[in-house]
Structure formats: C-alpha cells, structure tokens
C-alpha cells in the first residue's frame, strides 16, 4: 500500500482581500477531489491574500500508480490554473 501527499504552495496574484482568494480557491479545491478522487485541503496562510499551501492526498496499492497520479494533479493544475503562480511542489510516498 502507498499513501502519496502533494503539497502545492501557490501564489494568487489576481486577489485583493480574504473573500477574493476564498471564491478563486474553492472551485480549484472541489475540482481536484472531484476529478482525482483524493482527500485535498489548504493547510497554510488562510489569512494571507495572495498565497495559500494546499495538501492532496490519496492511496493505491503501488508506489508507481500513487506517484504518477499526483503528478498528472499537479500538470492538470499547471495547465487549468496558469494564473496561480506554483512557488513550490512537493510529492512524497508513504
């Protein structure tokens, strides 16, 4: 069994308050539990404008599979949301 995590920190230069990074961020979060059908959430800076940390999560029974799925979540975000700047990306296996 393989527990995979991608952490994603993110930039959001298009927002101006609390409430503007809240309705940019939320479809960006359903959309990739939705699509990739894994556990996500923002794990850092909730009171920061323009950044934010988000976590995925999901589990297989092969490293190899886990590995190669939270890489197509993190080119799906690249190509979706090119207006989020990806500061830094982080995949690690369990």
């Known amino acids: ?20 990074k809240r309705s940019q961020l939320k479809p960006l979060l359903n959309r990739l539990g939705k699509e990739f059908n ?20 999901t589990l297989s029974n092969e490293g190899s599979h886990t590995q190669r799925s939270l890489q197509k979540v993190l080119n799906w975000v690249e190509r979706n949301y090119p207006h ?3 500061i830094q990306e982080k995949i690690e296996l369990f």
């Open 84 to 86: 989020f700047y990806i």
């Open 38 to 57: 894994l556990a996500v959430a923002e794990l850092d800076y909730q009171d920061r404008w323009g950044e934010t940390l988000i976590g995925c999560v």
């Open 1 to 20: 069994m393989a527990i995979g995590y991608l952490t994603l920190h993110l930039r959001l230069p298009m927002c101006a308050s609390l409430k503007d």
